[in-house]
């Protein structure tokens, strides 16, 4: 067994344990268990460092698995900006930790995490239209453009008619200027996202069954558990909804362990 | 694709070509897309006979090549095409 997919069953057997605590902290806070072994500042960290953990990974293999596709081809431009992407999302990340561990403070919001995950967008969004391009023109039969055209037209209209009831409550009840700004930021980043990743989809189900199926499967799992942690977030932080904070940290932290065993399947993949 | 190439003699039954193709290109890009793929770049070839030769083959070789090098960089995508390759060799000669 190659390391690459020791390392993903490994991770993945990590990912179900602390996504399962989060959750269940998420449904039934005051069961007792929450006040003894699984403190509040344990699940703090098991989701902090499980975060950091998974996207560190995630940047380090996918940067490796850049230099297995040759200079110039359009696949390694795409796995180059998802890289990018997963490190600045990482450092973000990493924000997060020495706030609440070695500061030892709450983190702010905005802070300069923010920074890091505000960088992250463009690189990912880009990655995942690279990723489009280099697929279409594969020579694979991955459908005709007619049908990516009015799939990517629908996507933008849903986008656009869920966007306004997501978004409606944070602008009608704004808080600090920057805040809000940013509440409305990451959904709108995420819409944008959710358009090359339901386009992905569709290539992807056309490979069902193969490995290149399950790379990607990963991968967009992450991204679309990735848009509604956003939107979670923003409700979260705007409207001060404390019952969320589990909800929502599970699923960041399932949105960037799909990633990271996304990444992982890849690397296996060209071994 | 690297690799020492078919020779131009050879001569194999089309459908048990596209069959082996397919049966190797499976655990890749799965079942479906490894049969329309096959059949779909024999098509473009222009092949519609039921036998096939070494040159015909090295050609459908060289553009399901291409097409993998996408998704599983040059270096894996040679490894796959050569596998094909050999099983190829390995079918009967076609009558």
């Known amino acids: 067994m190659s390391r690459a997919r020791w390392t993903g069953r490994a991770l993945t057997v990590l990912l179900a344990i602390i996504a399962a605590v989060l959750l269940a902290r998420a449904i039934v806070p005051s069961n007792p268990v929450f006040e003894g072994a699984l403190s509040p500042r344990v699940i703090l960290g098991l989701g902090t460092w499980g975060k950091a953990l998974f996207l560190l990974v995630a940047a380090v293999v996918s940067s490796r698995i850049v230099r297995r596709f040759e200079p110039g081809t359009p696949s390694r431009t795409a796995w180059q900006l998802l890289s990018a992407g997963l490190a600045a999302m990482f450092l973000g990340q990493a924000c997060f930790v020495i706030y609440q561990f070695v500061m030892g403070i709450e983190v702010p919001f905005p802070s300069l995490a923010d920074v890091f995950f505000l960088v992250s967008y463009p690189l990912l969004i880009a990655a995942l239209v690279m990723f489009l391009r280099a697929y279409s023109a594969s020579g694979f039969p991955v459908g005709p453009a007619s049908e990516r055209l009015w799939l990517a037209t629908g996507v933008a209209l849903f986008c656009a008619v869920a966007a306004y009831p997501i978004l409606k409550p944070l602008v009608e009840r704004p808080g600090e200027p920057l805040e809000t700004l940013l509440n409305l930021l990451y959904p709108v980043l995420d819409f944008l996202l959710l358009i090359p990743t339901v386009l992905l989809i569709r290539i992807s189900l056309r490979f069902r069954g193969g490995a290149v199926w399950k790379v990607w499967v990963r991968l967009l799992g992450g991204f679309l558990f990735l848009c509604a942690a956003d939107i979670l977030f923003a409700y979260y932080s705007q409207f001060d909804w404390v019952e969320l904070t589990d909800l929502v940290d599970a699923t960041y932290l399932l949105a960037y362990g799909l990633l990271c065993l996304g990444v992982l399947y890849q690397r296996d993949l060209l071994d | ?95």
């Open chain 2, 1 to 95: 694709m690297p690799g020492l190439p078919i020779a131009a003699t050879l001569r194999r039954n089309t459908g048990e070509v596209l069959e082996t193709i397919s049966r190797v290109l499976e655990p890749y890009i799965g079942k479906l897309m490894a049969r329309t793929s096959a059949t779909a770049h024999c098509n473009d070839l222009g092949i519609r006979a039921a036998v096939v030769d070494g040159q015909q083959i090295e050609a459908l070789l060289e553009k399901l090549g291409l097409a993998l090098i996408i998704f599983l960089g040059k270096e894996k995508a040679a490894t796959v095409v050569e596998a094909m390759r050999r099983a190829i060799e390995s079918l009967r000669e076609a009558s």
